[in-house]
């Protein structure tokens, strides 16, 4: 039996409950909207993006606790990120999440390894990628909605 | 002198006994997340009884052969079975004619064949079609797709904050150029039961056909579309304590008669050459392929099971247990009902504080309890209600107050760890 701690962890509690980065930002010259029509959530989320890197990045919208607190952890994360470096994270995480990973060296996923929980729930893994989808559609600039379905 | 058995059917006290009935469902007896486990998720698909189980088991151990094309003894014995289940589904809604029950395989394709098989060559541009906001998708989305290829117009009737229909607009709405009103009988997101003979009387004053959706109404009260005078009803078996891929559309004789087939096939057909087809008479016009014959024999078994326990007692009895898990719910800090019709059914949809559904569902889930959580298929009822989603806590007749109970328990348990 796993324990519900190891998905609600406080971190994710701190995060859903004062999440970082919220808001539009202006002057962001990439943005996306992400859609889980499964439960509803939707966010937006807008990039800053210069000379590949990403200079700043925002987001706002509705959601569950696990999605919340993994838009308001990435948004940490990906400030000062190069795109390129970004989209591997991305990659890496997913691939932890959906067990597609060969390893399981989580090393490099620093703080967002609070999010490993949702394994053990996998109706609940699209609300942990879901920004993460959003990101990947905003970096691509394709300026329409994507869903995790 | 009265056998023991009557004796007990005299006796016994007027309502259901939930504990007992219990006992007939084998899944019940298992525990989740090491609870045991409460299952509150009957408006999506209701649990199956030991005698449906073992009338599917029996269909397939010993009478398994397919229908109506053979001469050997297997065949007539299924045959007679799978025909067997469609009068007991006659007898159970109270439909005059055997040829007005059509099997197919659930309420959504039910709603498919009328719209394609009735709608489609008649309906054209400045027809319109009149629905409520409060369907599910399954009873709008044939529609638009049907307004799309004929140019009809589909309208709705608005709800309230209560999830009431607005009768008021609701007649506004209807006129002659009104063909068909689909309304749902007991809506799944809200519970509101609708004021159909009402709805039924108007838009036949106007000539419009009705349809009803009873897919969550079948489980919940008697039905008996003869009184009610729908033109079309349909209902799937799984919630009905029968098993998936099998349900109904009743359809007025006159009205099936005029309609082509839905679909081409076996089974449909009288004679075919390559000049001619003749179509079978109904119901077999609508059936065609070799159908899901378990699936019409459970069903069959589902409303044998409903009957004897008694649909009245069964409406009374969740009717209580309704009214105790929401006076129970409404003492939970920060639970809103969604849906508080003054007429309503099985279902307690709600939001509570800020935590998202998905929050609930999961925390709820560990404490053994099943809910459903999203937008139920109704997306326009959580616009209206502006939520992305409701938890919603359906009830069945082998639901009990301690059920009721660890429910409550554990949305204080959701508060507390999001306190
Ligand atoms: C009111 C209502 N109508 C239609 C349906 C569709 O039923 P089915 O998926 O069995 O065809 C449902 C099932 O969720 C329902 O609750």
């Known amino acids: 039996m796993s324990d519900l701690r190891d998905l609600y962890q406080e971190v994710i509690f701190d995060h859903n409950r004062h999440p970082r980065n919220f808001g539009k930002l202006e002057g962001a010259n990439r943005h996306a909207v992400g859609h889980n029509p499964l439960c509803g959530d939707r966010l937006t989320l807008y990039l800053k993006v210069e000379n590949e890197l990403i200079s700043d990045v925002r987001f706002e919208g509705m959601g569950c606790a696990i999605s919340t607190a993994s838009a308001s952890l990435m948004t940490e994360r990906l400030k000062g990120m190069k795109v390129a470096d970004a989209e591997t994270l991305f990659g890496r995480f997913h691939d932890l999440l959906t067990n597609a990973a060969t390893d399981d060296d989580t090393a490099s996923l620093g703080k967002l390894t609070v999010l490993l929980g949702v394994r053990e729930y996998p109706a609940r893994v699209k609300c942990a990628t879901l920004a993460w989808h959003t990101l990947h559609a905003a970096l691509a600039n394709q300026d329409h909605a994507v869903t995790t379905e | ?419």
């Open chain 2, 1 to 419: 002198m009265s056998t023991p058995k009557e004796r007990i059917e005299i006796t016994a006290p007027a309502g259901l006994d939930a504990v007992r009935l219990r006992a007939d469902f084998p899944i019940l007896n298992q525990t989740v997340h090491g609870r045991p486990l409460v299952y509150l998720d009957n408006a999506a698909t209701t649990q199956k009884p030991r005698q449906v189980i073992e009338a599917i088991e029996h269909y397939y151990s010993a009478d398994n052969a397919n229908i109506h094309r053979g001469v050997h003894t297997l065949s007539q014995r299924a045959t007679d079975a799978y025909e067997g289940a469609r009068e007991k589904v006659r007898r159970f809604i109270n439909a005059a004619d055997l040829r007005e029950i059509v099997f197919v395989r659930g309420a959504t394709e039910g709603i498919n064949l009328v719209a394609q098989s009735y709608g489609r060559n008649r309906f054209k541009a400045g027809d319109e079609i009149l629905i409520s906001a409060m369907e599910h998708h399954s009873n709008i989305v044939p529609w638009q797709m049907l307004c799309e290829q004929t140019g009809a117009l589909l309208k709705v009737a608005p709800i309230n904050d209560a999830g009431e229909l607005i009768l008021d607009e609701f007649h506004k709405l209807l006129s002659p150029r009104t063909k068909l009103v689909g309304v749902v009988h007991i809506s799944n997101a809200l519970g509101t039961i609708n004021p159909v003979q009402e709805i039924i009387a108007a838009a036949h004053a106007v000539g419009a056909v009705v349809l009803l959706d009873g897919a969550q109404a079948v489980a919940h009260a008697a039905v008996d579309v003869r009184a009610l005078n729908c033109d079309f009803y349909v209902f799937s078996s799984h919630k009905l304590y029968g098993p998936t891929g099998s349900g109904v559309l009743y359809g007025k004789r006159e009205l099936l008669e005029a309609m082509p087939p839905y679909q081409g096939g076996g089974d449909m057909i009288r004679m075919v050459s390559f000049a001619k087809t003749e179509y079978n008479s109904l119901p077999y016009k609508f059936e065609a392929g070799t159908p899901h014959i378990a699936g019409g024999i459970g069903l069959g078994a589902a409303i044998d099971y409903v009957t004897a326990v008694g649909l009245d007692a069964i409406a009374q009895y969740e009717d209580h247990l309704l009214r105790y898990a929401t006076e129970q719910a409404l003492q939970v800090p920060g639970l809103r009902l969604i849906g508080t019709a003054r007429d309503k059914a099985a279902i307690l949809s709600f939001v509570l504080g800020r935590i998202h559904p998905h929050d609930i569902g999961t925390i709820l889930d560990h404490e053994g309890v099943a809910i459903r959580t999203g937008h139920h298929c109704a997306m326009p009822v959580m616009d209206y209600f502006n939520v992305p989603a409701t938890a919603r806590a359906s009830l069945a007749l082998y639901n009990t107050r301690d059920d009721v109970d660890r429910l409550i328990a554990a949305l204080h348990k959701v508060n507390e760890v999001f306190g």
